[in-house]
């Protein structure tokens, strides 16, 4: 009789008992930045995706470890950079291409499964008696390099003419009991980033690009259903380590230019 006022016997955490007082998703309402200060690359920078929240979780049992935090995986990529009428560079996910996996892991590539281990999670271990109030945030954003000349060529000769991207995320805010790994999704979030840069690989560097297309992004949508995670979101390799850069000509056989890590 005497436990019955412990910690280590009340009921286990359930979603029922974890509250969530205030979950925002957006996207930076600006354009696109492009760069042109390098002769080899074209550099462009994305509006940040901005993710946070707020709750409460109650009282963690001894020898107990949950983490709140936000799980990241990308379920479409296209990511194509044409050069002319020679052909185009490609950024792929083979797996996801080939309808192998539904999704892959978003992780920094160290926290598996986390998205981060920084303001992305908290972690709170038991035994703690009373209510603990969590906040977790993260952001996300493209800002990658593409080079003006074709990339199997030796050539510097500017021939990119168009960049088009179009990516699709779905980030799920999570608890997870890291000693029994029972998982409690508690929101999912889908969103979506497109770029679409035009190239006149004729003009001076600084004047070549510009954004053509819808310049803002749809914001982000809170799913008032959860939707579950694919095993593939959860371990290696993340999208970064899967991704091969593949050069695809207008005529000949397709190159691997850089392997998955």
């Not at 052909?87 to 590539?109: C, F, N, Q, T, Y």
């Not at 009373?130 to 977790?136: E, G, Y």
């Not at 003006?148 to 997870?176: C, E, G, H, Y």
Request: contains cysteine; hydrophobic residues 40%.
């Amino acid at each position: 009789m005497g436990c019955l006022q412990s910690v280590a016997c009340k009921a286990r955490v359930r979603r029922d008992n974890i509250v969530l007082s205030d979950v925002s998703a957006t996207i930076e309402p600006g354009a696109t930045a492009i760069e042109e200060s390098s002769p080899v690359v074209l550099r462009y920078r994305t509006p940040y995706f901005r993710a946070a929240a707020r709750g409460t979780m109650p009282p963690i049992p001894r020898r107990h470890t949950w983490v709140v935090g936000w799980v990241q995986a990308c379920n479409h990529m296209e990511f194509y950079n044409t050069y002319s009428d020679l052909g185009m560079s490609s950024w792929e996910l083979p797996d996801l291409r080939e309808g192998r996996v539904k999704a892959i892991s978003d992780s920094d590539g160290v926290s598996y499964p986390w998205y981060g281990n920084t303001t992305e999670t908290v972690t709170l271990v038991g035994p703690i008696n009373k209510v603990s109030r969590f906040s977790v945030s993260m952001n996300d954003n493209f800002y990658p390099s593409v080079t003006w000349a074709v990339p199997v060529s030796d050539s510097n000769v500017p021939l990119l003419t168009r960049i088009k991207r179009d990516q699709s995320f779905t980030t799920w805010l999570v608890a997870m009991n890291m000693t029994t790994k029972e998982k409690i999704i508690l929101q999912t979030i889908k969103w979506r980033m497109r770029v679409d840069i035009e190239v006149d690989p004729l003009q001076l560097l600084g004047q070549r690009a510009r954004l053509v297309g819808r310049t803002h992004q749809e914001q982000p949508r809170i799913l008032s259903r959860m939707e579950p995670i694919p095993p593939n979101a959860l371990v290696k390799p993340n999208a970064n380590d899967a991704q091969v850069l593949m050069w695809r000509p207008k005529r000949g056989q397709p190159l691997i230019v850089i392997p998955p890590k």
